[in-house]
């Protein structure tokens, strides 16, 4: 038998001789990615804290470059590549909805016996987080103040802070298709947080009212309310989750905890589009 053959058990012609060949650890560089985790305590419940937040992290990376090519894609009038993007992005975010189940098995007394470990770490602090929110329209400048010590971090949530949102390019597109937007929706400071708008209103009432006209357009306003909706499960479940673990504790990075993931829920990142269900 060659030394390139598959051994016993193995289909025939399988390879077991990887020296000086690509093989799946090699290409997923899994010998980087399982040294990462790193307790900082002897408690067994550690470890499930931060493979969970971890592999959020890599959710939300998936997210932010699917993300950044819909935005493209919407900008260019593109918009059936941006469908399979944004469809995607639902998709990891169901993924970061069932990790809460995962996450949710450490008990209260479980936490206990690390969390003093944690320092001033918390999530609260994440750079994807946040440069998701601002990709979505969640602008608020307040938020680049954590991330000042990373300069590169920092630049990249300033220039999504400072750039148009799905939804700004979005409502642009509707411009561009001829609906009576206002001037102060497609050229503004975009790093401001916008409310809901009239006109805006008024062009997806038309849309959802003549959807064979318009099925492009009602397609992507749906795969935005797909996205939102999502996200709004997602800090649900965070809600709960942290409830479930700490109570009304503080957050360990000094926010007020509950209250304040509660007080997230009630942002709309595309008011006009749950607006227009009532008024249909």
Same mark, same amino acid.
């Given at each position: 038998?060659?030394?390139?053959?598959?051994?016993?058990?193995?289909?025939?012609?399988?390879?077991?001789?990887?020296?000086?060949?690509?093989?799946?650890?090699?290409?997923?560089?899994? &010998?980087?990615?399982?040294?990462?985790?790193?307790?900082?305590? !002897?408690?067994?419940?550690?470890?499930?804290?931060?493979?969970?937040?971890?592999?959020?992290?890599?959710?939300?990376?998936?997210?932010?470059?699917?993300?950044?090519?819909?935005?493209?894609?919407?900008?260019?009038? &593109?918009?059936?590549?941006?469908?399979?993007?944004?469809?995607?992005?639902?998709?990891?975010?169901?993924?970061?909805?069932?990790?809460? &189940?995962?996450?949710?098995?450490?008990?209260?007394?479980?936490?206990?016996?690390?969390?003093?470990?944690?320092?001033?770490?918390?999530?609260?602090?994440?750079?994807?987080?946040?440069?998701? !929110?601002?990709?979505?329209?969640?602008?608020?400048?307040?938020?680049?103040?954590?991330?000042?010590?990373?300069?590169?971090?920092?630049?990249?949530?300033?220039?999504?802070?400072?750039?148009?949102?799905?939804?700004?390019?979005?409502?642009?597109?509707?411009?561009?298709?001829?609906?009576?937007?206002?001037?102060?929706?497609?050229?503004?400071?975009?790093?401001?947080?916008?409310?809901? &708008?009239?006109?805006?209103?008024?062009? +997806?009432? !038309?849309?959802?009212?003549?959807?064979?006209?318009?099925?492009?357009?009602?397609?992507?306003?749906?795969?935005?309310?797909?996205?939102?909706?999502?996200?709004?499960? +997602?800090?649900?479940?965070?809600?709960?989750?942290?409830?479930?673990?700490?109570?009304?504790?503080?957050?360990?990075?000094?926010?007020?905890?509950?209250?304040?993931?509660?007080?997230?829920?009630?942002?709309?990142?595309?008011?006009?589009?749950?607006?227009?269900?009532?008024?249909?």
């Amino acid at each position: 038998m060659s030394k390139h053959d598959g051994g016993p058990g193995l289909p025939e012609g399988t390879e077991t001789d990887f020296e000086g060949a690509m093989s799946y650890g090699d290409y997923l560089a899994l &010998d980087g990615l399982l040294a990462c985790q790193a307790p900082r305590s !002897e408690s067994h419940d550690e470890m499930l804290f931060i493979i969970i937040h971890q592999a959020t992290e890599l959710w939300m990376k998936l997210a932010i470059h699917e993300m950044e090519a819909a935005l493209i894609k919407i900008r260019s009038d &593109d918009l059936q590549p941006a469908f399979k993007m944004l469809a995607r992005v639902s998709r990891v975010q169901s993924q970061l909805i069932q990790s809460w &189940d995962a996450l949710s098995t450490l008990t209260p007394a479980d936490y206990m016996t690390f969390r003093h470990h944690l320092g001033h770490a918390s999530g609260f602090q994440s750079h994807q987080y946040r440069l998701i !929110e601002f990709m979505l329209g969640n602008k608020n400048r307040a938020m680049l103040a954590p991330h000042r010590h990373a300069p590169a971090i920092h630049e990249r949530l300033k220039a999504a802070l400072d750039a148009p949102s799905l939804y700004d390019e979005t409502i642009r597109l509707l411009a561009k298709r001829g609906f009576a937007i206002a001037k102060a929706q497609t050229e503004r400071d975009w790093s401001e947080p916008r409310a809901s &708008d009239a006109g805006v209103g008024a062009a +997806w009432l !038309e849309i959802y009212r003549d959807t064979a006209t318009h099925w492009d357009l009602y397609e992507l306003a749906e795969k935005l309310v797909d996205v939102e909706d999502c996200f709004q499960q +997602w800090r649900f479940r965070h809600v709960m989750t942290v409830e479930r673990i700490i109570g009304h504790k503080r957050g360990t990075g000094g926010t007020a905890g509950v209250a304040y993931l509660k007080g997230a829920l009630a942002i709309r990142f595309f008011p006009e589009l749950w607006e227009v269900r009532t008024a249909l």
